[in-house]
T-cell receptor, first 117, second 115 residues
Framework: AQSVSQHNHHVILSEAASLELGCNYS??????LFWYVQYPGQHLQLLLK??????LVKGIKGFEAEFIKSKFSFNLRKPSVQWSDTAEYFC???????????????FGQGTTLQVKP | DAGITQSPRHKVTETGTPVTLRCHQT?????MYWYRQDPGHGLRLIHY???????DKGEVSDGYSVSRSKTEDFLLTLESATSSQTSVYFC??????????????FGPGTRLTVT
């Protein structure tokens, strides 16, 4: 069975600090990888995704993530965080369409990021 | 927002009562999902649907049932609500992109409190 693990549960940073949130998944085949962000009181929004190709993907608001297949990792990074990045971040994985796959996502536990002004 | 609405947005109910949450989408997506969000657990899949009257269980389906009689509506029913079902419930749809990849979009959520 697939699983996703986010190692950092609560991260506190000062503005302008660099961010890296860890995400590891367990599945031996091809996967699609996602990072979602949930701002306080809001629904989940897609931050970025990896399907194939260049393992370094760029998303909205200056976020990027790197897929390292050998490490089963998809870590999220941002060079300089802002107070407005305060939110909860979720890593998720699903299996591509086909062979009865239905696109359901497996989520990590989430990481709460607090950015101090 | 992929045209997803959820109703109600907030509900308080008593233990033992049945509750139905509604998810409505306007863009004719085939796949729909119900997740619950709880601190420390992320989002967990309750049930999903891959077409009208075609549904299946997710990882936390006990105590929940679903129905999909129309493409646009996916209903989640708590047959007899318990305090452990206090949670935020999110509906989602999948869009199938190029090369068979899925991309999910989420509704605004329903905050359910069972007292």
């Amino acid at each position: 069975a697939q699983s996703v693990s986010q190692h950092n549960h609560h991260v506190i940073l000062s503005e302008a600090a660099s961010l890296e949130l860890g995400c590891n998944y367990s599945y031996g085949g091809t996967v699609n990888l996602f990072w979602y962000v949930q701002y306080p009181g809001q629904h989940l929004q897609l931050l970025l995704k990896y399907f194939s190709g260049d393992p370094l993907v760029k998303g909205i608001k200056g976020f990027e993530a790197e897929f390292i297949k050998s490490k089963f990792s998809f870590n999220l990074r941002k060079p300089s965080v802002q107070w407005s990045d305060t939110a909860e971040y979720f890593c998720a994985v699903n299996v591509p369409y086909g062979s009865g796959n239905t696109g359901k996502l497996i989520f990590g536990q989430g990481t709460t990021l607090q950015v101090k002004p | 927002d992929a045209g997803i609405t959820q109703s109600p947005r907030h509900k308080v109910t008593e233990t033992g009562t049945p509750v139905t949450l509604r998810c409505h989408q306007t863009e004719n997506h085939r796949y729909m999902y119900w997740y619950r969000q709880d601190p420390g657990h992320g989002l967990r899949l309750i049930h999903y649907s891959y077409g009208v009257k075609d549904t299946d269980k997710g990882e936390v389906s006990d105590g929940y049932s679903v129905s999909r009689s129309k493409t646009e509506d996916f209903l989640l029913t708590l047959e007899s609500a318990t305090s452990s079902q206090t949670s935020v419930y999110f509906c989602a749809i999948s869009e199938i992109r190029d090369r068979g990849t899925y991309e999910q979009y989420f509704g605004p959520g329903t905050r359910l409190t069972v007292t």
